[in-house]
């Protein structure tokens, strides 16, 4: 902490706040430490130092939250309150993140390693997440069936009663904010597993939830190891719903678990991402937004450009390009707002990334920037890229998340549309190009759940998200989320 205590950048707040205790469970609107008394701690993948200890929940802590969770969806306080006055609690939520944002990002940043202004960005979906699903308690409709005339047929829609969220360490707090704000929204409780990378925005979400008053046990939030609380929170027979957003193996073993007890599931997985730069775009925004692709979050994301295609008639000037804006990245710690590209989040991922340098070389693709760590303390890597890159070397083929971006030429439309599909993933896909029939025709054909064209990275809660293929299961956000955490009830009157 000493020398996170000597940066400027971070105000005395957040350092008294990480300072103050071991970071304890959320139940039952109370903030106690793990039944077993276990700890681990949070580093700043910058330094490498402890920056806090958070207590360890196990099966017993989330057999505790799920019953605290069972008895609020059942309690008067929160069963029988109107739509209007879960519109409140979400405005309330929205406000205080608000207020709050600045030390939000802060905790972000030293938590995870990603830039100030990415983190600040996080903390504004966030709160337009909140604002978004304030708006929907009071538009949650049944309706009328026709009948022969003798009945009377309609429909309600209920809430499904506890979900489970499971949260990954590359944006925790806008991934944790797409999954609470939908679930309280439509009336259903929630008990919260951050990833034990990433849980200090979590649990400080968590603080700011309690002061919004909402009743207690509506919200939960169990801190802990995946193969633990998040294995006892998916098996567990009272969680009527997983929303998990992580790597595609885990998810697939998500699945699996979850069918002995008929649970709902949503899915958000990998992705291998294309990014598509034709003959006519604007080349400067093309080659800024190739860059940003695959070094925005130091590449952790499962909508990263690291598959960039670029046609054969611009491939060797673009290529150039993007190894030299890749050579002049600064990378440093995101609190210090001159650095382009922050660390990598864990030790484990670190060096994973790294295996993919000689794994590229042996393939038979150029190495043409980064390719190493820095000679300093922390998970720091140079945005690396390579060139020569077939579609199926591993380079294109697997997540790597992490700045590693692999350059793809491709020949006419036909062409690129093909090997960008030819992946098994899904989630995401981005085209650069002035031809508006031709950006229509190619996001069309694209088997992505998401197509920017122009653009990159735009998130709006108005709008789905989720993958086809491997990518995942279902749609987080927009008005897709109602069939994600509600339910159907039919009922039939004889006269």
């Not at 429909?155 to 309280?184: M, Y």
């Not at 998810?251 to 678990?257: A, D, M, N, T, V």
Request: proline share 4%; net charge negative; aromatic share 8%.
């Amino acid at each position: 902490m000493e020398n996170l205590q000597k940066t400027k950048n971070v105000n005395q707040l957040v350092v008294d706040y990480l300072n103050k205790d071991t970071k304890k469970l959320l139940i039952n609107g109370k903030w106690v430490p793990s039944i077993s008394g276990n700890t681990f701690e949070s580093i700043n993948p910058a330094t490498e130092e402890v920056i806090a200890t958070v207590f360890e929940g196990g099966k017993a802590d989330i057999n505790l939250a799920v019953e605290a969770a069972q008895n609020a969806f059942e309690r008067a306080d929160w069963a029988n309150i109107t739509a209007h006055q879960r519109e409140v609690y979400l405005h309330k939520i929205a406000d205080l993140i608000a207020q709050n944002a600045e030390e939000l990002a802060l905790l972000e940043t030293l938590d995870n390693g990603m830039s100030l202004s990415t983190s600040a960005w996080l903390v504004q979906g966030a709160i337009d997440t909140f604002r978004y699903y304030a708006g929907w308690p009071t538009k949650i409709y049944g309706k009328t069936n026709p009948t022969d005339g003798g009945s009377f047929n309609y429909t309600l829609r209920e809430p499904l009663g506890v979900c489970g969220a499971i949260v990954p360490w590359n944006g925790p707090i806008q991934s944790v904010a797409w999954k609470i704000a939908p679930a309280i929204a439509f009336g259903n409780t929630i008990v919260v597993k951050p990833s034990s990378f990433t849980s200090l925005t979590c649990i400080r979400l968590g603080e700011l939830i309690v002061a919004s008053g909402l009743p207690a046990g509506v919200v939960n939030i169990v801190t802990g190891q995946g193969s633990v609380a998040g294995s006892a929170l998916v098996e567990h027979p009272g969680v009527a719903k997983i929303a998990f957003t992580g790597s595609t193996p885990v998810g697939k073993s998500i699945l699996k678990s979850t069918a002995d007890t008929m649970k709902k599931v949503t899915l958000e997985l990998g992705g291998k991402s294309a990014n598509i730069i034709f003959p006519d775009a604007d080349m400067d925004k093309a080659i800024a937004g190739a860059l940003t692709g695959f070094t925005a979050g130091a590449g952790q994301g499962c909508v990263a450009g690291s598959r960039v295609f670029i046609h054969e008639e611009i491939y060797e000037e673009v290529s150039t390009k993007i190894i030299e804006l890749a050579n002049n990245v600064s990378v440093g710690p995101g609190i210090d707002p001159a650095n382009g590209m922050g660390p990598i989040t864990t030790k484990g991922q670190f060096d994973k990334i790294q295996t993919y340098f000689e794994i590229g070389l042996k393939d038979g693709a150029t190495l043409a920037a980064g390719g190493e760590r820095l000679p300093t303390k922390g998970y720091f890597l140079r945005p690396t890229v390579f060139t020569n890159v077939h579609n199926g070397m591993r380079l294109a083929q697997e997540e790597i998340f992490g700045p590693v971006v692999a350059l793809i030429l491709f020949k006419d439309e036909h062409d690129v549309i093909f090997q960008a599909n030819d992946t098994e993933f899904g989630l995401a896909a981005m085209v650069w190009t002035k031809d508006i029939n031709r950006a229509h025709q190619v996001a069309r054909a694209m088997k992505a759940g998401t197509v920017w064209i122009n653009t990159l990275f735009e998130l709006d809660p108005i709008t789905p998200f989720g993958g086809y293929k491997q990518s995942g299961l279902g749609r987080e956000l927009g008005a897709e989320s109602i069939d994600a955490y509600t339910q159907i009830k039919s009922v039939v009157v004889r006269f």
